[in-house]
């Protein structure tokens, strides 16, 4: 070997062993850098107590549930929120417990809890089947509020003479300002001719509304749902009527 390429393999040589201690000097920066970034001290959003599901982002802020902790950033849960208004438009899915790093992924929209996000404390989801009469198909929409009208014979309740109503069939009012939460749709046409029959309506009622809306739909000879007004809705006066109030409405006494 010439002396020409002992110096270039002399070169090669230095070159290579400076690049690696460049390399090396560079891992170890850097390294250092992202041991320093983990070890530093960030804060976090935790539960200050358990935030059960169903409950609202609005519920969250206003409440106090969330409190701010300090940790070492490598100990961040994926998905953590940054700020508590991430939150204010969302509704828990999941149970967050006191403690814990709150996380995006344990929340959702309201849309996507559907029928139980829109239900709290005595709140009820019932679904009614009828026909397309009784429940306003094709008219009837999500986010109406309706009354339910019924009539039913009172001859085993009130056989006695003189008593409320004397017997006979009496009608009223029975429930009111229930919300549809799913209204039905409009009866789609077979052969020319629309069903009438098979259709069904989800409301919103209370527990003990739900007692009177069964008793309705095993015993009323005849019920249906009236929409309420959308705004500045108001109720007359509780009353029924059957024969007798019928037949002296507007007649005066002799």
């Known amino acids: 070997m010439n002396t020409t390429n002992r110096l270039w393999h002399v ?23 992202n041991v320093q970034h983990d070890e ?3 804060t976090v959003l ?19 549930f969330l409190t701010k902790v300090s940790v070492v950033r490598r100990q961040v ?19 967050v417990y006191a403690g814990e790093q709150v996380t995006r992924k344990r929340f959702g ?14 709140q009820r989801a019932i679904e009614i089947d009828g026909d397309a009469h009784q429940l306003l198909a094709g008219t009837l929409r999500v986010g109406d509020h309706v009354d339910v009208v019924a009539t039913w014979d009172a001859d085993d309740i009130y056989a006695s003479p003189g008593a409320l109503g ?30 009438t029959t098979g259709i069904a309506v989800q409301l919103r009622l209370t527990d003990a509304e ?14 249906r749902l009236l929409i309420r007004p959308p705004a500045d809705s108001a109720n007359s006066p509780r009353w029924y009527d059957n024969a007798q109030t019928l037949l002296k409405d507007g007649v005066g006494m002799r």
């Open 11 to 33: 070169v090669a040589a230095v070159g290579l062993a400076l690049l690696a201690a460049m390399l090396t000097t560079f891992y170890v920066s850097n390294y250092k850098r």
């Open 40 to 42: 530093a001290k960030v």
């Open 46 to 64: 935790v539960a200050s107590k358990d935030i059960p599901v169903d409950t609202t982002g609005a519920e969250i802020l206003s409440r106090n």
């Open 77 to 95: 849960v994926p998905g953590a929120i940054s700020s508590p208004e991430q939150l204010r438009n969302l509704i828990a899915t999941q149970p």
């Open 109 to 122: 929209t309201p849309a996507e809890r559907g029928v139980r996000a829109q239900i709290t404390g005595k």
């Open 166 to 195: 004397r017997g006979g069939k009496i009608s009223r009012v029975v429930l009111r300002n229930l919300l549809v939460m799913a209204a039905p749709s409009t009866p789609a046409k077979a052969g020319g001719i629309a069903p």
């Open 210 to 223: 739900s007692q009177r809306m069964e008793w309705i739909k095993a015993n009323s000879a005849n019920w």
